[in-house]
C-alpha cells in the first residue's frame, strides 16, 4: 500500500456510483466561479473516462466507477461535465494541471476524489514578475483573463 496526501493508505481499487458522486458534490456547496450542484453534475454528465474504457450518457444510477481516482470537470458554456477515471494520484495531477486542466478556458469547475472522498487543491503558478500566484477561476472569468500563459504550474492538495 502507498501512503496517500493525509497519511491514510491506498490499498484496494475504489467504487464510487454515480449517485454517490452526485451526493458528495451537494456537500462540497460549490459557489465559485458560481454554483456547481449535483444535480448539475447528473444533468450535463456526457461521457466518463476509466483507464479500460470510455461510456457516453445515458447511463445506469448505479454505475460503478472502479478507480481509486476520480476528476470531474464541467464546462459551463456547453454545458458538459465529463467524470475521468485514473489508476494513479500522479495522473490524477497531471489531468489537472495540464493545458486543459483547470486553468483552461473551457473548463469551470473541477473536482478531484481520492478512495471516494473530495479532495480540495490550489494551483500555483509564477506571474510575470516571478512571484508565485494562487490561480482562481472567479478572477479568470470576471478579467476575461483567457489567454494568459500560466508558468511554473503546481498543485498543493488543501
Not at 483507464?51 to 478507480?67: C, H, K, Q, T, Y
Not at 454545458?79 to 486543459?100: K, M, N, Q, V, Y
Amino acid at each position: 500500500m502507498r501512503p496517500l496526501l493525509n497519511g491514510g493508505t491506498l490499498g484496494g481499487r475504489s467504487r464510487m456510483r454515480l449517485l454517490e458522486l452526485r451526493d458528495v458534490i451537494d456537500t462540497l456547496l460549490e459557489t465559485e466561479p458560481w454554483s456547481f450542484t449535483g444535480e448539475d453534475f447528473l444533468r450535463t454528465l456526457v461521457m466518463v473516462r476509466l483507464p479500460e474504457r470510455e461510456l457516453v450518457a445515458p447511463f445506469p444510477d448505479g454505475l460503478n466507477l472502479p478507480s481509486p481516482f476520480i476528476l470531474v470537470d464541467h464546462v459551463a458554456h456547453v454545458p458538459e461535465t465529463i467524470a475521468t477515471g485514473f489508476d494513479t494520484l500522479r495522473d490524477l495531477e497531471g489531468a489537472i494541471l495540464c493545458a486543459s486542466g483547470y486553468t483552461n478556458n473551457f473548463t469551470t469547475h473541477s473536482f478531484a476524489f481520492i478512495e471516494g472522498k473530495p479532495h480540495s487543491f490550489n494551483i500555483v503558478y509564477r506571474n510575470e514578475t516571478g512571484a508565485e500566484v494562487v490561480f482562481s477561476k472567479a478572477d479568470q472569468i470576471a478579467k476575461n483573463d483567457f489567454s494568459r500563459a500560466y508558468a511554473d504550474l503546481r498543485l498543493e492538495w488543501l
